[in-house]
């Protein structure tokens, strides 16, 4: 018999770019690209669980939805997250969803639909679940939205005020190329992790980060590794390591300060000229504002380091031509907005800011494009129209949205309003991955009269929906990709079709608009290739008007290969330019200088995010009383083995498992001193919530801390339970739900202390990946329509649904 013939069909991925083996209509693998040096293997789960158990092929209807309505759950009414569903057809679906929408939006106005639905959702330019879902919410009159990132509200919020925002401070950070030529040390508060760079938001070509990161090691640049995770810098770095306490490194960075600036060695020409607000922040960190200098014996017993340390680092960063770089996990903690305020501060600092192959890193190593040269050219992607509803919340409120209606809250400088929320839509995004305090998150789930989701499988956040609309896949779709900071287009060709019965979000938002009256405002006329077309021509059009020139549309699709957009010669970056000239190249913020002090912030009196960069003590932390309960520091970082919780049920991530749970690493000491033994199941738990996990010892890590990382698929032993035992090692279930401060509000999940304990009872199954048991559907009520199933009518002020047939 003959061997069937392979095609290979070109994809991207935000873990990079492959080509997907076809045979008979299946993908059977994911091949890296020949010119991708260090290929993720994140993408051996694609093809794996294409169409696999926990692959939605149908729509799903919560059944306590269907029978009793819309309306928040509980007092009879099910709920989320702990019922049965029932099947039904993609039209009825759609009838559903958009009749509810339609009386939510007449009844409580468009500010009541939430919309925000945050999360990377896959690669491509026209099938971005986020702008596909605000498109569709800007069609029918807006809904509430979110502003920022759970990966670093912090910074991007602060850096706004004293430097002129987060993405310009990245595009002006010294590349890796760079630092190898002139460079001569890198300070890394929080590491460099090699896992990080795996990804980059909408994909990437090459991943060339850790190869020019060991260039520089080849060229004689130094490291040094500041936190409680030795392997957070790659091994062939050498990098000196300091296993300071978590959310100490603002204390640690202000006895660098106070080092530099007591023996004379700051750069006090720079600070002067480019900078304002030296004097008032160099008075706090004399001890002239409060009676305590912030010198290197302060920082030290903060961070639990010698003193020596933290002056033989100031020394080495003063005769070095150094980059200070922070990891975004750092601020992703209590008071983080301080981390990267005081990481430029010291980099203005150490004479090295503004001069080539030195300077403030920002985040160095969160993804592949952060220390390469970024892409000049701009990228066209679906325009999501006009949002004429002006209420919003910071990305990492929403239990606080849905549990708070009408109460204020401040962001930024403004004080707003939380609305009463009474629909969520969701497209492409788990906040049950990627929020704090899971528990908290359940019980303010219940809140919304409906939860609509789309999903391709029974993850997390398609178990809490109302109606699940089942979404294909990225392999199952047509596009183009372009990642962040890119020089490389990509096309994205369908490699196999959907399961009978899913559609893409495009079609389903079709359909929906359709039915609500605002079809051709959502489609403008236009199906899947038509779009995709468009964007191309766009950026086509966009290139061409700086002289470079692109093949046509059709060519491109049928040639199937990346193209390479040109690389274009980095001139002297922002800060350097600012060194040379501080009034003829003013930065993007008030003074037109960096702002050590920022008039601004200090305008908004929040007691918790000062005028100046300081050590604030956060809530949790080793240092605090609540150790001797809870003695352990989380670290709940991002994982090896997944981008967030994506394909955490594909091979690579369930390869990294022990007992089929998610890996928890704590140090020798602390494991012995517990009764914990490694590959053992273990008990994380605080006040918060408690999860299963397997445990790995090791002395990688230092005493006191514990890592954990985000992405194990919730999965708690019984869902109607208030609190219920996570089975699965979800760290979020015992995670801080608290604002970073007043001024972005952002998450504080690494502020968390925890205590482990060996688990000694009946070891429960982990049911993550076994779907949720599909029902027959209830009766009809005394109103059914029989022409289409559903009945409509008003009980007690209500709208009542309930499907009919068997």
């Known amino acids: 018999m003959k061997e069937p013939t392979s095609e290979f069909v070109p994809t991207a991925t935000h873990w990079g770019n492959y080509l997907a083996e076809v045979r008979d209509g299946v993908v059977h693998r994911l091949h890296p690209r020949d010119d991708d040096p260090d290929p993720s293997p994140i ?121 002129g925002g987060m993405v310009l401070a990245q595009q002006q950070a010294p590349t890796w190329e760079e630092i190898a030529e002139h460079g001569e040390l890198v300070v890394a508060f929080g590491g460099l992790p090699a896992k990080n760079v795996q990804v980059n938001p909408g994909g990437l070509a090459r991943h060339r980060s850790v190869g020019l990161q060991q260039r520089c090691r080849q060229a004689g640049v130094r490291f040094v590794n500041i936190g409680p995770i030795r392997g957070d810098v790659p091994a062939a770095l050498e990098a000196t390591w300091v296993p300071c306490r978590p959310n100490t490194d603002v204390a640690m960075m202000l006895g660098i300060a106070h080092t530099l600036d007591a023996e004379g060695l700051a750069d006090h020409d720079f600070l002067e000229r480019c900078c304002v607000g030296w004097e008032r922040f160099a008075r706090y960190l004399r001890g002239e504002a409060d009676g305590q200098p912030k010198d290197a014996r302060w920082a030290a017993a903060i961070c639990d380091v010698d003193a020596a340390a933290i002056t033989g680092l100031a020394h080495d960063i003063a005769r070095s031509r150094t980059v200070v770089t922070a990891a975004y996990a750092l601020q992703r ?41 970024a892409s000049p050219w701009s990228v066209a992607s679906l325009p999501q129209g006009h949002n004429p509803v002006e209420a919003f919340i910071p990305v990492a409120r929403i ?125 403008e006329g236009r199906d899947e ?80 995010c000062p005028a100046h960069p300081s050590w604030l003590e956060p809530a949790e932390w080793l240092g605090s009383s609540q150790a001797r309960r809870y003695g352990l520091h989380l670290c709940s970082n991002q994982p090896a083995t997944r981008l967030h919780s994506q394909y955490d049920h594909g091979e690579t991530s369930q390869l990294g ?23 053992a199941v273990v008990r994380v738990f605080n006040d918060r919530g408690a999860c299963l996990a397997g445990a790995r010892v090791s002395d990688e890590l230092r005493p006191g801390v514990v890592q954990l990382a985000t992405g194990a698929w919730y999965d708690p032993q019984d869902p109607a339970e208030e609190q219920p035992l996570e089975v699965h090692g979800n760290p979020n279930v015992l995670t801080l739900d608290i604002g970073t401060s007043s001024l972005a509000q952002g998450p504080s999940s690494n502020t968390t202390l925890v205590e482990i304990e060996p688990y000694t009872g009946p070891l429960p199954p982990v049911g993550a990946f076994t779907p949720p048991p599909v029902t027959s559907r209830p009766p009809p009520g005394p109103a059914a329509n029989v022409s289409t199933g559903i009945s409509a009518g008003w009980v007690n002020g209500e709208t009542s649904y309930t499907a009919s047939g068997s």
Do not use: C
Request: without cysteine; charged residues 20%.
């Open 399 to 523: 239990a606080d949205l849905l549990l708070r209606p009408g109460e204020r809250f401040v962001y930024d400088g403004g004080e707003h309003t939380y609305p009463e929320i009474r629909f969520v839509h969701w497209a492409g995004g788990n906040p049950f991955h990627h929020h704090q305090d899971l528990n908290r998150l359940r019980a303010a789930w219940q809140r919304p009269d409906t939860v609509v989701v789309h999903e391709p499988w029974w993850s997390p956040i398609a178990r809490h929906a109302d109606v699940v609309f089942p979404a294909a896949t990225s392999l199952e779709r047509n596009d183009i990709a372009a990642g962040r900071g890119e020089h490389t287009l990509t096309p994205m060709r369908r490699a196999v079709d959907p399961p009978a019965g899913v559609r893409t979000d495009y079609q389903v938002f079709t359909d929906l608009a359709a039915r609500l009256g605002v079809g051709e405002t959502f489609t």
């Open 657 to 679: 498992k022990v007992s089929g749970r998610e890996p928890v690493v704590l140090h020798p000491d602390d494991a012995r001193d517990r009764g914990v033994v490694d590959g």
């Open 529 to 608: 290739m038509a779009w995709v077309g468009r964007l191309y021509d766009q950026t086509r059009t966009r290139l061409a008007e700086s002289g470079v020139a692109l093949a046509g549309f059709e060519e491109f699709w049928e040639a199937g290969e990346p193209v390479e957009l040109p690389r274009v010669a980095r001139g002297p970056s922002m800060y350097e330019r600012l060194r040379v000239d501080p009034v003829a190249n003013p930065l993007p913020t008030p003074s037109g200088r960096i702002e050590i002090s920022s008039p601004t912030i200090a305008g908004f009196g929040y007691d918790d």
């Open 333 to 373: 903690a209590h008071h983080g907005e301080q981390v990267h305020w005081m990481a430029l501060t010291l980099s203005a600092m150490s004479g090295s800011l503004g001069r080539p192959g030195g300077g403030f890193g920002v985040s160095l190593g969160a993804f592949e494009w952060l220390g390469n040269p």
């Open 43 to 163: 993408a051996a789960g694609m093809a794996q669980h294409h169409d696999s158990p926990v692959r939605l092929t149908s729509p799903m209807v919560r059944a306590g939805w269907l029978e009793h309505g819309p309306g928040a759950t509980g007092h009879g009414r099910g709920r989320r997250g702990a019922e049965p569903f029932v099947e039904v057809s993609h039209d009825e679906a759609v009838r559903l969803v958009a009749d509810e929408l339609d009386r939510v939006r007449r009844e409580y106005g468009n500010a009541a639909i939430f919309g925000g639905s945050y999360g990377w959702a896959s690669a491509g330019r026209f099938h971005h679940a986020q702008s596909q879902l605000h498109r569709f919410l800007n069609a029918v009159g807006g809904y509430t939205r979110s502003v920022n990132t759970y990966s670093s509200a912090a910074v991007n919020v602060v850096l706004d005020h004293v430097v």
